[in-house]
């Protein structure tokens, strides 16, 4: 569906209208994990047997996209949580499922990340 179609079903349009954030969240999902098996079918890595990582990367920019057009065309609702959101129910699940050792490397590199922040000293202004 496109980033119109979701912002009439969803009357996002509306100014004082709450939309279902579940059911948005719950079909925009489904589009993507609907979409990454299409994309598999057809972009297998013959060696490995699955869809290569980029493609994956790629899937995830086309909705990233859809989310920031919706942003963009409706701006009575901040999309952001909503991407956070989607992002943490959809796309971090299906990529433990289908890469668990990207997923394992990008865990080590966030604790890494957060281990340095809190360990350097801040500097004085």
Same mark, same amino acid.
């Given at each position: 569906?496109?980033?119109?179609?979701?912002?009439?079903?969803?009357?996002?349009?509306?100014?004082?209208?709450?939309?279902?954030?579940?059911?948005?969240?719950?079909?925009?999902?489904?589009?993507?994990?609907?979409?990454?098996?299409?994309?598999?079918?057809?972009?297998?890595?013959?060696?490995?047997?699955?869809?290569?990582?980029?493609?994956?990367?790629? =899937?995830?920019?086309?909705?990233?996209?859809?989310?920031? $057009?919706?942003? $963009?065309?409706?701006?009575?609702?901040?999309?952001?949580?909503?991407?956070? =959101?989607?992002?943490?129910?959809?796309?971090?699940?299906?990529?433990?499922?289908?890469?668990?050792? %990207?997923?394992?490397?990008?865990?080590?590199?966030?604790? %890494?990340?957060?281990?340095?922040?809190?360990?350097?000293?801040?500097?004085? $202004?």
């Amino acid at each position: 569906m496109e980033a119109l179609e979701y912002i009439k079903k969803y009357k996002m349009d509306q100014e004082n209208y709450r939309f279902n954030r579940n059911n948005f969240l719950v079909e925009i999902g489904n589009e993507f994990i609907n979409y990454i098996d299409d994309v598999s079918k057809y972009n297998v890595d013959p060696d490995t047997k699955k869809l290569p990582y980029y493609k994956f990367r790629e =899937a995830i920019k086309v909705f990233e996209s859809k989310f920031n $057009s919706i942003q $963009s065309i409706c701006t009575t609702y901040n999309m952001k949580g909503l991407w956070k =959101a989607f992002y943490a129910l959809y796309v971090v699940p299906r990529r433990i499922d289908m890469y668990p050792d %990207r997923q394992i490397k990008i865990c080590k590199m966030k604790d %890494r990340r957060e281990h340095n922040n809190v360990t350097k000293p801040r500097k004085k $202004s």
